[in-house]
């Protein structure tokens, strides 16, 4: 009997697997406006993902201790977040997590104390990413703000999503990284002014896109609201390559037998 399952399954698996690798989009088209996000997030190189991990730190006082939220941000690597192989897995986040937030808490009056690692938060992970995308009304500098949200990540029974809103700067060139802004209900909402963040025009824009320029408020609430719209999501070119593949395949297995 000829074997075709093994040439229907080679097929199958190598668009699969490219789709994977592919990781998060980084070149997006929204609302006539073209992104190229590449340098922000590691521009697709081994080297460049391998140097693109981001920390941002948060401190606060709490007398008499002192607690810092650290944020490890990996958008290129497919592996997310380095592991550390001297920690405990209990102590980091579990393989695969893009973004993962470690809570560390001190005694500034006792500094031969090692510090204390309170909670460990896969905040997106790779597996569940689910990127999505939208514009926000909020503009800066004549640009509307490009929101970003990764999903994936659960701590304590709550889903976790990370929230970037890029705003467009063109003075902020080389070497920008995001700026916490804050936590929430389960989501860490960042902010990253940069020159990658201004769009390119597909076409004219409409009138209703023409709006001066607006000045964001520099003070988050108090209590951040609750946005359901996380936007239109990136992973769906995907699943149709995905999809298109596999009838193509099954079409090819007919023909074969």
């Not at 002014?193 to 709006?211: G, L, M, N, V």
């Amino acid at each position: 009997m000829r074997p075709w399952y093994s040439v229907t399954f080679l097929l199958l698996i190598v668009p699969f697997s490219q789709a994977i690798a592919a990781g998060l989009p980084c070149k997006i088209s929204i609302r006539k406006r073209r992104y190229n996000l590449c340098p922000l997030f590691g521009g697709g190189s081994q080297e460049q993902a391998s140097s693109n991990v981001y920390s941002v730190m948060r401190d606060e006082t709490t007398p008499p201790t002192h607690t810092r939220y650290h944020y490890a941000i990996s958008l290129s690597a497919a592996d997310g977040v380095p592991w550390d192989n001297t920690l405990p897995a209990d102590l980091q986040c579990p393989r695969g997590t893009w973004i993962c937030l470690t809570v560390i808490n001190t005694r500034p009056n006792h500094p031969s104390e090692p510090e204390r690692i309170l909670s460990v938060v896969p905040v997106s992970k790779g597996d569940e990413l689910d990127p999505k995308v939208k514009l926000l009304d909020e503009e800066v500098g004549g640009n509307p703000i490009l929101q970003l949200v990764l999903h994936g990540g659960q701590y304590m029974n709550q889903k976790q999503k990370a929230v970037f809103q890029f705003s467009c700067d063109r003075s902020e060139l080389e070497g920008t990284i995001p700026n916490y802004l804050w936590n929430w209900n389960g989501t860490h909402t960042f902010t990253w002014a940069s020159q990658y963040a201004c769009p390119s025009f597909i076409d004219t824009p409409d009138d209703d896109d023409k709006k001066g320029p607006g000045d964001p408020d520099p003070d988050p609430p108090e209590n951040p609201p609750i946005d359901e719209d996380d936007g239109e999501s990136l992973s769906h070119g995907h699943r149709t390559e995905i999809w298109m593949w596999f009838f193509l395949c099954s079409l090819f297995t007919c023909v074969v037998l």
